[in-house]
């Protein structure tokens, strides 16, 4: 760990404490006149120990706000209500933060959630990349059985054999690949 990290000092040449009249070191910073915000950063002032510490025990944190704020801002769960990316309304069906009274149960249905996407990750990982791909172009999921493959595979031969179309061969690339992810398919450990 760094020295200057612990105790906030920043040693610097040649810059002075900013105080009327002071003429020490300024190695302390302190909010400027221009406070962090949408513009940026904000910006710092120098001052020395004496002065920061005079800076520190005058600054009010709370200057500007209702008591209604100031309440808000002091509760231990304050601000648990913003939504984090992974309580967006737009996150594919995950809870937001807004529609739980209490932070614990939103946490405990976003872990819940996250548990059901990890089984359904498991659940794929039993084929491998080959017949995962071939899942794709059968339009199927990982919890797929051999009944369920048998019966997509019906409907998509129907629907692409140039028999059944009146001849049109324009989806004979389509049957070829439908046929050839059926026959690795059923073939599959995953099945077993």
């Given at each position: 760990m760094r020295p200057e990290k612990f105790h906030g000092r920043h040693e610097a040449k040649n810059r002075g404490c900013e105080a009327p009249g002071c003429g020490e070191a300024g190695e302390f910073r302190a909010p400027g006149v221009r406070t962090a915000g949408f513009d940026g950063p904000g910006d710092w002032r120098w001052l020395c120990l004496?002065?920061?510490?005079?800076?520190?025990?005058?600054?009010?944190?709370?200057?500007?706000?209702?008591?209604?704020?100031?309440?808000?801002?002091?509760?231990?769960?304050?601000?648990?209500r913003n939504q984090a990316r992974a309580f967006r309304p737009d996150a594919n069906g995950v809870p937001r933060w807004a529609d739980f009274d209490d932070p614990l149960d939103a946490i405990g249905a976003r872990a819940g959630d996250i548990r059901r996407r990890a089984a359904g990750q498991q659940e794929m990982f039993r084929f491998t990349p080959k017949e995962r791909e071939a899942l794709g172009v059968m339009g199927l999921g990982p919890q797929t059985d051999l009944h369920?493959?048998?019966?997509?595979?019906?409907?998509?031969?129907?629907?692409?054999?140039?028999?059944?179309?009146?001849?049109?061969?324009?989806h004979e690339g389509l049957l070829q690949r439908v046929l050839e992810a059926?026959?690795?398919?059923?073939?599959?450990?995953a099945f077993a």
């Open positions: 004496e002065h920061v510490r005079e800076f520190n025990a005058e600054y009010d944190w709370f200057e500007g706000m209702t008591a209604d704020e100031i309440l808000e801002a002091q509760s231990p769960i304050a601000g648990w369920a493959l048998r019966k997509r595979y019906s409907v998509l031969v129907r629907r692409y054999h140039p028999d059944r179309n009146g001849g049109d061969r324009s059926y026959q690795l398919l059923r073939k599959s450990r």
